[in-house]
């Protein structure tokens, strides 16, 4: 039994310090100089005294506790320290697998949509994510957006490339898919996620997904010289604008991309020195790039020069203000070959739905670029200057760092030699 009463403990008066009441057993009762009575309790741990605050403080009433409490709390506390079990670090663990416990919770209720809201900050790409914000809103999170990680399952994903190539995306069935496998293969390395889920893309086949006449995510369609003639005669007869014709001439002289071509400026067009300088920003890998204009993409350039609308883009839009979107330019040559890929003509699109079809089948304007580096290719033109012309990257650092020259002289030349065979197969582009 201890040695304090009660009565003792009310009558107790703050002073000008703190001090302590002993009541026996290791439990004490501090006095602070502001009257606030606190218990303290002292126990013997590996041969040293340690002392333990009590969280409540003395008194009656919820958050309080009481003189018996207090030396039954006492008790308990040196009856742990005999079995070597610290009270302080017992009820530090136990706070810290509250914690953990609610975190867990927490997490267990995140969802695919939360998952991609914090991948999709963590992606490198030069829009900003801007696509992956689009393509996911269309076609994963009406699927699947809204469901737990624990409970996305691979038939959910494959429900979702199904849909899309259900509408003849075949091709963007396949980006979607690394998509959503590189976004749970980021979150099975993060210690916040990799618990919740079992990556639902590991048991899914996109090959079983896809028609089986689908050549895969990489395209080797290029143009024979017959279709470089065929392309020719369906080009003005497409009901497709002046400039979107103009456009593919020069992707094709130029082997060029279809956002280098839409986002040129006057600026960087010198038609006196025959030079067409793709600014950085403006090129896939971010280097500058000067092409020289062979005269058959001279001649494109003052044909659209004729017919421009704008000072500043060589292909505006119809505000004039930017440049015309690089989607819609694509979506206007695929529309007419809408029956070579399986879909139905769209309301208010091209009635020309087949006007574009060549022979070899359908294509795309990327397809262009790629037809003419096998031109030159054709010609006898290096690869290592058909590798500069097309402003890939030298995979070799040593290579990039020791070999500086610029093949300007031969890349002048592959240019010519590419726009002499067209105007031998394509006269009028003479």
């Known amino acids: 039994m201890g040695n304090l009463t009660v009565k003792q403990i009310e009558n107790a008066k703050p002073k000008d310090k703190p001090y302590k ?22 126990y013997m741990l590996d041969g040293k005294e340690r002392q333990y605050r009590l969280p409540e403080l003395y008194g009656d009433g919820n958050g309080r506790i009481g003189l018996k409490e207090a030396r039954e709390e006492a008790t308990h506390v040196r009856a742990l320290a005999r079995k070597g079990i610290d009270i302080q670090i017992k009820l530090d663990n136990e706070r810290q697998a509250e914690v953990e416990r609610q975190e867990v919770e927490v997490a267990q209720s995140k969802t695919l949509n939360d998952l991609f809201n914090v991948w999709v900050q963590t992606v490198d790409r030069k829009d900003g994510g801007k696509e992956l914000r689009r393509s996911f809103t269309r076609d994963v999170f009406p699927v699947a957006g809204d469901l737990k990680l624990s409970k996305v399952q691979p038939e959910h994903i494959e429900e979702i490339l199904k849909s899309v190539v259900k509408r003849g995306s075949n091709r963007i069935s396949v980006t979607m898919f690394a998509d959503l496998k590189q976004m749970f293969r980021w979150a099975g390395r993060k210690r916040a996620w990799k618990t919740l889920f079992e990556n639902p893309t590991d048991e899914v086949e996109l090959k079983k997904i896809l028609p089986s006449e689908y050549e895969g995510g990489e395209r080797t369609r290029a143009l ?3 279709e470089v003639k065929e392309l020719a005669e369906k080009l003005p007869k497409s009901g497709l604008m002046l400039k979107t014709q103009i456009a593919m001439w020069l992707m094709l002289s130029c082997c060029c991309r279809i956002g280098e071509v839409v986002r040129a400026r006057w600026e960087h067009v010198d038609l006196d020195a025959g030079v067409w300088t793709i600014p950085a920003e403006n090129s896939k890998n971010k280097k500058v ?68 079809l060549l022979v070899g089948g359908d294509w795309v304007p990327h397809d262009l670029r790629r037809t003419g580096a096998t031109i030159m290719q054709s010609l006898h033109v290096a690869p290592a200057i058909i590798e500069r012309v097309l402003n890939h990257v030298e995979p070799s650092k040593l290579v990039r760092t020791y070999q500086t020259y610029d093949y300007a002289v031969e890349k002048r030349d592959a240019w010519n030699r590419l726009g002499a065979k067209l105007s031998e197969l394509v006269p009028q582009l003479a």
């Open 224 to 226: 024979s010289e017959d």
């Open 21 to 42: 009441l002993m009541d026996g057993d290791g439990l004490q009762l501090r006095i602070a100089v502001d009257g606030i009575k606190t218990w303290l309790v002292r």
């Open 289 to 356: 790039h000067k092409i020289f204009l062979s005269p058959v993409a001279r001649k494109k350039f003052q044909e659209l020069k004729e017919i421009s609308t704008s000072d500043k883009w060589c292909f505006p839009d119809t505000t004039g203000k930017t440049y015309v979107c690089t989607k819609s330019t694509t979506k206007q040559v695929r529309d007419r070959q809408i029956v070579a890929i399986g879909r139905k003509p769209m309301t208010n699109r091209s009635k020309n739905f087949d006007a574009l």
